[in-house]
């Protein structure tokens, strides 16, 4: 039985540090994408406002919004696949502190039914012994929470106006070149 428990315990502590590392890394891999995408923005809108703009800084334009397209696709899956695998942890975690010889704290547990269920943590060893979810908990559940999706949309919107505004100055240019 004890070696069992030392298992779990050691089960608990691995998965923990992957939940951990994977929350971590889901951060870190956001704030570079938005800080790439944002550098990309940036430059295009650079390029856009000139007052007279030549061919070649169109073309530019167009490569650099495809570009950002395929950015927005691939911080979209790299975000979807990080917020999975942590989800998975988090499940695996849920469910060792489910365990009914688990007799240690559940945090995990906690921070799921406060954040999911919106249910306040009541702990009797604590000052306050009350902890309520706050008004950021109660939005989690929104679609625009999800960062994983409404980021890479949010640019790939953006990217796809400057690739259909630079296609037209493209075929606008060339229309006059060929009269």
Not at 16 to 37: E, F, I, P
Not at 81 to 88: P, T
Not at 132 to 161: C, N
């Amino acid at each position: 039985m004890a070696q069992n428990r030392d298992t779990m315990q050691s089960d608990y502590n691995h998965l923990l540090t992957l939940w951990t590392s994977g929350v971590r890394d889901y951060h870190t891999m956001l704030s570079d994408y938005l800080t790439a995408n944002s550098i990309f923005v940036a430059v295009i809108g650079l390029l856009v406002s000139r007052e007279s703009l030549a061919l070649p800084f169109t073309i530019v334009i167009v490569l650099l919004s495809m570009i950002g397209i395929l950015m927005s696709a691939q911080m979209a899956i790299v975000l979807g696949r990080f917020s999975g695998q942590n989800a998975l942890w988090e499940w695996q975690l849920r469910g060792i502190e489910g365990m009914p010889e688990w007799q240690e704290r559940k945090p995990v547990s906690s921070l799921y039914r406060l954040r999911e269920h919106r249910e306040t943590i009541v702990d009797e060893t604590n000052e306050p012994r009350f902890f309520e979810p706050s008004w950021a908990f109660r939005q989690h559940r929104q679609w625009w929470a999800h960062r994983a999706i409404s980021f890479p949309w949010f640019f790939g919107t953006v990217y796809g106006l400057f690739l259909l505004w630079g296609l037209t100055q493209v075929t606008r240019s060339s229309m006059l070149s060929f009269a």
